[in-house]
């Protein structure tokens, strides 16, 4: 029987092409949000560079909003997710080697970030605003790829500790703030890059307990024990915390000796990540294992908390990245996509989410500016001060906003949020770090009842700073009054508050994100956070913002 007897038209057995282009056709949905210059996009970021963090560098930060905005870039970032590190504790000759490979597009997204400086200018080209332009480079990269950040921060972060070892500093600085990266592990390379190792699994954040022995030998340690979390192992050089006769050390790691021999460093597996699944991390082993002291003798915890205090610096600014991606790519889709007759973006139930949204990431960005201008190097006691309680007051409550902040921009977006197509889903599982990273919940607000009991000159220097916007406000004004007259108790006896110490530091970094606010921002930004933040009516769950507040121009800052 022909095709023709069975009464079928005879030809290729297909559908018609009109039929299959009317099911196939994509219509109602996005284009592409790509080749879009992440920072000439963020108006937010541009102002608070300028007005906050008192820095120049439009040109360098253009060339970086080009790089990842682009295509290209994004592309690699998916890459370097969808393809996580392997772990290699052997060659095929049964050599021990330890080591870590990575997706080749892992290696041209660090790549750019350190051309670009977001390691390490703002030490290798100190200044007032150093530290906010080197933020701004920082959280452009973030913004895309994050598990990158990681070895990017500690790198950055190391060098106020190695100031303590001016004869390692004078080795290692150098390559430090190259701006060449090169992924293999070989001595003389130009550049480097510095992880850290101090968590123990006996101990986790409490350090002391660590068990690690540093043993002299000579004009160095040999360190044997074993550290539960070493982010980023393929760094040049570590900073260790381990015992030795004088108490808790710090120590100078590197990968190859001087000598261009390996060093004793022996992975012992990865760690199966929630998010940050680019970025490896590791447990490792050391036996006998060099390591030069940084530092006085039994003080590695004061060295090293140089080190800490910048990284936390970075955990706020990674999730103030992490939430100017949310916000960018959940406007971008209601911009695009329609239902019910109307725009998303256009329907009063979103409109009011996805402002709320943009209010969260702009208070993060302000608040990230300034803490940034904090750490430049013409910083007084004043400012110092007060960078040691902000700082850590910021990480607990940006950090602690971060994940929410995630999830609700990827309900903005439906299903396709829900889809590891779209970057959402590992943003989702990325902000969590960052709240856990340097300090969870607990330990961070913790320390700031510490501070406060310790460096009473440092709660101060807060509120020095938080009342410049005094007069502006009435109810920031008498937010700021209650605020005040409750740390003030907390401060004369803070062991008796450490099961309120949450409530007391969320108020305090709310206070010090409205009072930048009002000072730098539109009104209609200032206005609408501090009715929903501080407010009788205050609601913490995004899309609660008063009828009152002009969503129209916080949206058009997004």
């Known amino acids: 029987m022909t095709a023709t007897d069975a009464g079928m038209t005879a030809g290729p057995l297909t559908d018609s092409p009109s039929a299959s282009n009317a099911t196939h056709r994509v219509l109602n949905q996005p284009p592409p949000r790509v080749d879009i210059n992440e920072y000439t996009a963020n ?32 592309d690699d970032a998916r890459l370097a997710h969808r393809n996580p590190p392997i772990l290699h504790t052997h060659n095929k000759y049964g050599e021990r080697i330890d ?28 200044g007032k605003g150093a530290n906010a332009l080197r933020a701004a480079q920082f959280m452009l990269f973030a913004q895309v790829e994050p598990g990158h950040a990681c070895p990017v921060s500690m790198s950055h972060a190391a060098v106020d500790s190695l100031q303590l070892a001016p004869e390692l500093a004078g080795e290692w600085l150098p390559r430090l703030y190259s701006r060449q990266y090169s992924p293999e592990l070989a001595r003389g390379k130009p550049g480097a890059l510095f992880g850290m190792a101090m968590t123990e699994k006996q101990g986790g954040s409490d350090v002391r307990a660590n068990t690690t022995r540093a043993e002299a030998a000579g004009d160095r340690h ?44 022996m992975l012992q597996r990865l760690k199966d990540k929630v998010g940050n699944r680019s970025n490896a991390s590791s447990e490792v082993e050391f036996a006998n294992t060099a390591g030069w002291r940084i530092g006085e003798p039994g003080r590695g915890v004061r060295a090293i908390m140089g080190m800490v205090g910048q990284t936390r610096l970075d955990c706020i600014l990674g999730t103030a ?11 971008w889709h209601t911009r695009h996509r329609r239902a019910f007759g ?35 190097n013409d910083a007084g006691p004043s400012e110092r ?55 969870t919940g607990n330990v961070i607000a913790l320390d700031v009842l510490r501070a406060m009991a310790t460096e009473p000159e440092s709660v101060e220097a807060f509120f020095a700073e938080v009342r410049i916007a005094s007069g502006e406000n009435r109810v920031f004004d008498d937010s700021v009054a ?31 994100q409205a009072s930048l606010l009002i000072r730098f921002a539109p009104a209609a930004v200032s ?20 009828p009152s507040a002009d969503l129209a121009a916080i949206l058009a800052r997004a």
């Not at 062991?495 to 949450?502: E, L, V």
């Open 99 to 126: 080591e870590v490979e990575y997706h080749p597009s892992y290696h041209r997204v660090i790549g750019q970030a350190v051309a670009a400086g977001a390691h390490t200018s703002a030490w290798e080209d100190p």
């Open 321 to 331: 990245a992490g939430m100017r991606q949310s916000v960018a790519e959940a406007v």
């Open 222 to 265: 040999l360190l044997t024990g074993h550290k539960w979390f070493c982010s980023a192992p393929m760094s040049d050089a570590f900073l260790v915390l381990a015992q030795d006769d004088a108490g808790l050390g710090c120590f100078l790691v590197p990968r190859v000796l001087p000598d261009g021999t390996r060093n004793v460093f």
């Open 482 to 512: 209650v605020l005040r007259e409750g740390v003030a108790a907390v401060a004369q006896a803070p062991q008796d508050f450490a099961g309120q110490a949450r409530n007391v530091v969320e108020r305090m970094a709310l206070a010090l």
């Open 527 to 546: 206005d609408a956070f501090v009715d929903a933040r501080l407010g009788a009516d205050r609601t913490f769950n995004y899309g609660g913002l008063a």
């Open 385 to 439: 001060a007060f960078r040691r309680l902000a700082t850590a007051v910021t990480k607990y409550w940006v950090c602690k906003r971060g994940p929410n902040h995630a999830y609700e921009a990827m309900e903005c977006l439906g299903g396709n949020g829900y889809i590891e197509d779209f970057p959402l889903a590992m943003r989702y599982r990325e902000q969590p770090v960052m709240a856990i990273w340097e300090g």
């Open 342 to 376: 109307a725009r998303l973006i256009d329907q009063a139930a979103m409109t009011n989410v996805l402002a709320d949204l943009a209010l969260e990431s702009e208070a993060a960005t302000v608040v990230s500016m300034r803490l940034s201008r904090a750490f430049d």
């Open 43 to 74: 108006i937010p970021l541009q102002q608070y560079l300028h007005s906050v963090g008192e820095a120049e560098g439009d040109g360098e930060l253009e060339a970086t909003g080009a790089v990842v905005g682009s295509a290209q870039f994004q």
